[in-house]
């Protein structure tokens, strides 16, 4: 595949449920290396059209391409191969309650993999570090993380197969402060160290503001702004300005 071409392209989707009508045309794109945010008011679809987007959910009309496939007009095949090449991290972690967080890790490597066995712990310990978790951390249960190093975990279990892209559905949320800008700076260093499109949905302002290369706001059914942070922050839309005054009013607190 050609790398200047855009690791995700979003192009004039529509999503409809009944007589609702969620999307109207949205159409964005989202290069190799960075780390792009989608953000909107509540019931603007922001984690369905992440859900078309991985192959989850069919749009009712228009494209989505991942790594240059098709999500919804190509073999079966083919999609499954994409898939491989990406990872995922859904909102509430969804790691396997009833195994280790090393033996999370290593379900798609043992699925997808094809490894020697003599590597996959090597594999699933360099996963976990990466994730920023301690070595001992893969022995543990999911119960016994807290939150932080829940999400922590289905970072690593994300990047098993070593993605080209990663998708992150509010990846903050029920973290307290410290632990959720600590967990920021970690998908910044993987988009920076490893080179990977990182696309997330977020309500997380500070999430939106400190580590976003690019900005995504849907209303209306379609695409408001997209443009880094910086240059959204000075749009004229009421939305927009709700959104962004809350950072205001608590800095004058």
């Known amino acids: 595949m050609n790398a200047s071409a855009p690791a995700i ?33 509540s019931g603007t679809g922001k984690t369905v059209l992440l859900r ?6 069919a749009p009712t009309a228009g494209r989505v391409r991942v790594l240059g496939t098709d999500m919804w007009a190509t073999p079966e095949a083919e999609v499954q191969a994409v898939k491989r090449r990406f990872g995922m991290m859904f909102q509430d972690g969804a790691l396997f309650s009833s195994l280790s967080v090393a033996e999370n890790v290593a379900v798609p490597l043992k699925e997808h993999g094809g490894l ?31 939150g932080g190093m829940r999400k922590r975990a289905a970072i690593a279990r994300a990047l ?22 600590g967990f920021d700076r970690l998908v910044r260093d993987l988009v920076d ?3 990977i499109a990182v696309l997330l949905v977020t309500h997380d302002l500070d999430t939106v503001l400190t580590v976003v290369d690019r900005l995504i706001v849907l209303a209306d059914g379609r695409v408001l702004a997209d443009a880094p942070p910086a240059e959204v922050v000075r749009i004229d839309h009421p939305w927009i300005r709700a959104y962004f005054s809350v950072r205001t009013m608590v800095g004058k607190g």
């Open 193 to 195: 160290q490893l080179g």
């Open 9 to 41: 392209e979003v192009e004039d989707v529509v999503t409809r449920f009944g007589e609702h009508r969620v999307h109207d045309g949205v159409s964005f794109a989202v290069r190799r290396g960075t780390l792009t945010a989608i953000i909107g008011a």
């Open 116 to 146: 020697p066995a003599e590597l996959l712990a090597p594999l699933v310990q360099l996963r976990l570090a990466q994730a920023g978790l301690e070595a001992d951390a893969g022995g543990k249960m999911p119960s016994q993380l807290s």
């Open 160 to 181: 098993a197969l070593e993605p080209e892209v990663l998708f992150l559905d509010e990846p903050t949320s029920g973290l307290d402060p410290t632990t959720a800008r």
């Open 52 to 57: 078309e987007i991985v192959g989850l959910q």
